[in-house]
């Protein structure tokens, strides 16, 4: 059977539409099969953008913050370095007042409000410069609530992310941090890191989908009962005009860290 | 033929040398992996009950996609229930689903990894149960 260049072409262009329809189609179909396999617990929490209120009011002393930090770091088995500082892994920590809010610093501004332990996390901000310049997409935000997401699978540790962060949220794991880890005190439900990969807060990503509020939170609110005050972090959704969230920053005065940066964090202070 | 017997000597040696690896490992196979499923958690089960995620077959050949799957879907989409062929819900969890039952990495997941000279890298994070007497 003899061909001319023109039926050759014509057989040619037909033949590659039909067959990247056809993987296209297949594809569609793939996905279709996937999704129905997989749910969210009905039980989780969700919110279209998540946020936290710290109220400094609540937190004057160690024996207030630290049962925060503690609960977090025991829960997502966060290492405990302590020979060098610049190792140091941390999700939450305690910083003064001219690390938190630089640019705003006073000397005659009263002296408690300089040596106020101010609860730091990462800020799940909405607009989040550790995803920008993450070349694998390991830190990513989740469309479905905000939260500035690390997948550990992913990282290759270049630390772009950490050059990236203006609020110092991430820590590197310049070590195996498994000796770092209290084994009496480790969560078996929870994994480690491993050296070589950034960590930082989740937001309790994990205890969300099974219904739980943040470690964190849970902690505070336990605090408070016991000193019969109100807890001194809030929780909720920042899209909801009725969540608690809004109702305070519709009533009080709240700061954010290094708004001009035009990142949007999403955690607010009352101070 | 020149030198016929130091060419056949030679022959001799490299033929034996090559094949050396053959002989002194004898017949001796390397036993067959036996990956163990009577951990005293899957024996609680009541015996109707007794079945992974999915059939013992698609387990085998596809346990390593089906890992990476879940992986997407919880750390990526934050989508955490797999509903299996049977119906059955289950929490998408290595650690919290799939070591529950076989809490015995060393028999289990070691017994084929070694065998196959695999090493996947889940444990440098993920916690593995603790077995007693270990």
Request: glycine fraction near 6%; charged fraction near 25%.
């Amino acid at each position: 059977m003899s061909m001319n260049r023109r039926e050759f072409i014509k057989i040619a262009g037909l033949s590659s539409i039909l067959g990247i329809g056809g993987v296209t189609g297949v594809t569609a179909l793939k996905n279709s099969v996937e999704a129905s396999q997989v749910s969210k617990n009905p039980e989780a929490l969700t919110a279209k953008r998540w946020a936290m209120v710290v109220d400094m009011s609540k937190f004057a002393s160690e024996e207030d913050f630290q049962p925060c930090i503690d609960a977090c770091h025991r829960v997502h088995n966060v290492p405990h370095v302590t020979d060098n500082p610049k190792h140091e892994v941390k999700w939450m920590w305690p910083e003064t007042y001219e690390h938190a809010f630089p640019g705003n610093e006073d000397e005659y501004r009263a002296e408690k409000y300089q040596h106020m332990p101010f609860l730091m996390l990462c800020n799940h901000c909405e607009n989040p410069p550790c995803v920008r310049v993450c070349p694998t997409q390991a830190t990513f935000k989740r469309k479905s609530d905000g939260i500035v997401m690390m997948d550990m699978h992913r990282c290759i540790g270049c630390r772009f992310c950490m050059a990236g962060c203006p609020y110092g949220a991430r820590s590197f794991n310049y070590k195996n941090p498994r000796p770092f880890i209290d084994e009496s005190k480790e969560n078996p439900e929870f994994p480690t890191r491993m050296k070589g990969v950034v960590e930082k807060c989740t937001l309790c990503y994990e205890r969300l989908a099974k219904g739980l509020e943040p470690a964190c939170v849970e902690a505070a609110k336990e605090v408070a009962v016991k000193k019969g005050t109100t807890p001194g972090l809030i929780f909720g959704d920042l899209e909801d005009p009725a969540s608690e969230v809004r109702k305070i920053l519709s009533e009080r005065f709240t700061i954010r860290r290094k708004p001009e940066l035009g990142t949007s964090p999403s955690v607010y202070y009352i101070i | 033929m020149y030198n016929g017997g130091k060419i056949l000597l030679g022959l001799i040696i490299f033929i034996s040398l090559v094949t050396a690896p053959f002989w002194l490992s004898g017949k001796q196979a390397t036993a067959k992996p036996d990956p163990k499923i009577d951990t005293p958690e899957i024996l609680k089960l009541p015996e109707s009950d007794r079945q992974c995620v999915e059939s013992k077959a698609y387990m085998k050949k596809e346990h390593m996609k089906m890992l990476n799957e879940w992986r997407d879907w919880v750390v990526r989409d934050g989508v955490t229930v797999y509903t299996s062929t049977t119906g059955k819900q289950y929490t998408m969890s290595l650690q919290n689903t799939c070591m529950k039952c076989h809490s015995n990495k060393k028999n289990f997941c070691d017994e084929c990894h070694n065998y196959a000279a695999v090493s996947p890298y889940c444990w440098t994070c993920h916690l593995e149960p603790k077995e007693k007497g270990l």
